[in-house]
C-alpha cells in the first residue's frame, strides 16, 4: 500500500516521502480501515522535526520508532478482528489509531489498523474530511470546554488561539452550552471566529486581554505565549487556567516551562486543570451529535491529497492555518 514514511528527524520535505509498505496486521480487537482522510495534529510536526531532543527519548533516537504519521482517521471497514462485535466490514468509520505507548499505525497511508474501541461509525450527513478533521481536536475541545472547564451559562470564557483546529471546536461547543465567549486570534481570522458565534473578538495585533482590564472565569490557552503570571491578571479570582500544550505555537521546549510554571501557580488563587484527551465511543458520539444538530461545523483550512502530506505537515509547523489541515486519500 502507499503511505507517507518518515526516514529520519528534520523538516516535512527532507524526510517525508511516498513509499510503498506493507499494510498492517489487525489484532483481535483491531479494525483495518481504507483510508478515506486523515488530518495533521500537534503531535505530527513534532514527531517529524524530532524536537526537543528530549521527546526522541520516547520517539527513538536517530529516528521514529514508528515510520508513518497521523492518528486521526475517517475511511471504511475493510476487515475487523475476531473479538470485534460492533464494526463491520463496509461500515464508513471515524476515530483514532493513537496509543500511548507509540505502537501507533499511522494513518498517512491507503490503510491503517484502529483498536475497535477507539471507532464509531461515521454520521451519514458527515464527509470523510470533516470527520477526520474532527477527532484531535474536536475532542481536545470537547474534554477542554465541557468536562475540564464545566463551561455553562455563566461562565466568561476567554480562548486564545480561537482560530486554530482546537479553537475553532472550543467556540463553537461553548456557546452550545451557553457561555460567554471571548475569542483572540489574528487580524486576517477576525471574520471566522465571529462567524462561529464568539460573544467578543480580539485582535491580538491591536490589543493585549492581559492589560485590559477584564476578567475570565476560565481561560482556555491554545498559543501559550504568555507567562502564566500574565495571564493570571486576566482571571477572575478563583479563575481556571486551562494549558492546552497540544496546541502550542511557541515552541514545545518553551511551553514545557510554563506549564511547570502554570501547576505550581494552581496552588495559588488561581485554578490550573490540563486536558487529558480520552478517544471512547462516549466522546466520540457525543462529538457525532453536535456535529449532526449542526450546533458545530468542523473548520478546514486546506485539504491536501496524500503525495502532498509533507506540504500538509510543514503548512502546520507554520502555525498560521485557521482550523484544521486535511489529507485526503
Known amino acids: 500500500m502507499k503511505a507517507i514514511v518518515q526516514s529520519g528527524y528534520g523538516t516535512p520535505e527532507q524526510v ?10 489487525v ?8 483510508m478515506r482522510a486523515s488530518s495533521v495534529n500537534t503531535p505530527d ?17 536517530r529516528g521514529p520508532r514508528t515510520a508513518v504519521r497521523g492518528s486521526d482517521l475517517a475511511g471504511v471497514v475493510e476487515a475487523v478482528g475476531q473479538d470485534v462485535t460492533n464494526l463491520k466490514q463496509g461500515d464508513e468509520v471515524f476515530g483514532s489509531s493513537w496509543a500511548d505507548d507509540l505502537g501507533t499505525s499511522g494513518t498517512f497511508a491507503d490503510y491503517a489498523v484502529a483498536p475497535a474501541a477507539k471507532l464509531i461509525r461515521k454520521p451519514t450527513g458527515l464527509t470523510f474530511e470533516d470527520a477526520s478533521a474532527s477527532v ?7 474534554i477542554a470546554i465541557r468536562d475540564v472547564a464545566n463551561a455553562g451559562p455563566h461562565t466568561r470564557l476567554l480562548i486564545n ?3 486554530g483546529g482546537v479553537g475553532t471546536f472550543a467556540v463553537q461547543i461553548a456557546k452550545t452550552l451557553g457561555a460567554e465567549v471571548t475569542g483572540v486570534c489574528s487580524t486576517r481570522n477576525l471574520e471566522l471566529v465571529n462567524s462561529l458565534g464568539a460573544d467578543h473578538v480580539i485582535d491580538y495585533t491591536e490589543e493585549d486581554f492581559t492589560q485590559s482590564g ?6 482556555l490557552d491554545n498559543v501559550m505565549n504568555y507567562w502564566p503570571p500574565k495571564l493570571s491578571s486576566a482571571l477572575a479570582p478563583g479563575g481556571m487556567l486551562i494549558p492546552n500544550s497540544i496546541g502550542t505555537t511557541g515552541g514545545m521546549f518553551a511551553s514545557l516551562f510554563k506549564v511547570a510554571r502554570a501547576t505550581l501557580m494552581g496552588q495559588g488563587s488561581i485554578e490550573v486543570k490540563f486536558v487529558n484527551l480520552e478517544v471512547t465511543h462516549e466522546n466520540l ?3 457525532a451529535k453536535l456535529h449532526e ?5 468542523p473548520v478546514i483550512d486546506t485539504v491536501y491529497p496524500l503525495k502532498e502530506a509533507p506540504k500538509a505537515v510543514a503548512h502546520m509547523l507554520g502555525h498560521h492555518a485557521a482550523g484544521n489541515i486535511v489529507i485526503k486519500m
Open 16 to 25: 517525508l516521502r511516498l513509499g510503498e509498505i506493507d499494510r498492517p496486521s
Open 27 to 34: 489484532g483481535d480487537d483491531d479494525v483495518l480501515v481504507r
Open 45 to 61: 510536526w513534532l514527531t517529524v522535526t524530532g524536537t526537543p531532543y528530549i521527546l526522541r527519548l520516547k520517539f527513538g533516537l
Open 136 to 142: 484531535m481536536s474536536g475532542l481536545t475541545a470537547l
Open 161 to 163: 488561539g480561537a482560530s
Open 214 to 219: 477584564k476578567r475570565y472565569d476560565v481561560i
Open 285 to 287: 458520539n457525543d462529538l
Open 293 to 297: 444538530s449542526g450546533d458545530v461545523k
